[in-house]
């Protein structure tokens, strides 16, 4: 599994991002999803998707939107509307699963991350 991360950086209180995570794979069969890690704070999912299956966390419903693009195997993460608890580093990070509900709660494999930092 390799998974690549960018598009993370600096921003304003209510700007936006664009997280992209490149894979070598389409992961057709896997759940896909985003995580953040602040500092001294547990890793935590913050969206996820297995086909037409998507999930967020309360705390970024109406805000982010994940999508994924098939012909270019990527996933991407649309931030909007940041907030300096958004700040963490944000993974990609895939699971195998056969369906929707065998997607866990935490995914075994991911990226190296990318900083977000919102001031």
């Known amino acids: 599994v390799q998974l690549v991360e960018s598009g993370g950086g600096s921003v304003e209180t209510g700007g936006s991002l664009n997280l992209t995570c490149s894979a070598h794979?389409?992961?057709?069969?896997?759940?896909m999803g985003w995580f953040r890690q602040a500092p001294g704070k547990e890793r935590e999912g913050v969206a996820a998707?297995?086909?037409?299956?998507?999930t967020y966390a309360d705390s970024v419903k109406d805000r982010f939107l994940i999508f994924k693009d098939r012909a270019k195997n990527t996933l991407y993460l649309q931030m909007n509307s940041l907030k300096p608890e958004d700040t963490a580093i944000y993974y990609c990070a895939v699971e195998p699963a056969a369906t929707w509900m065998d997607c866990p709660r935490d995914f075994r494999w991911r990226g190296q991350g990318t900083q977000v930092t919102v001031s």
């Open positions: 998707r297995r086909a037409s299956n998507i």
């Open positions: 794979s389409s992961y057709s069969s896997y759940c």
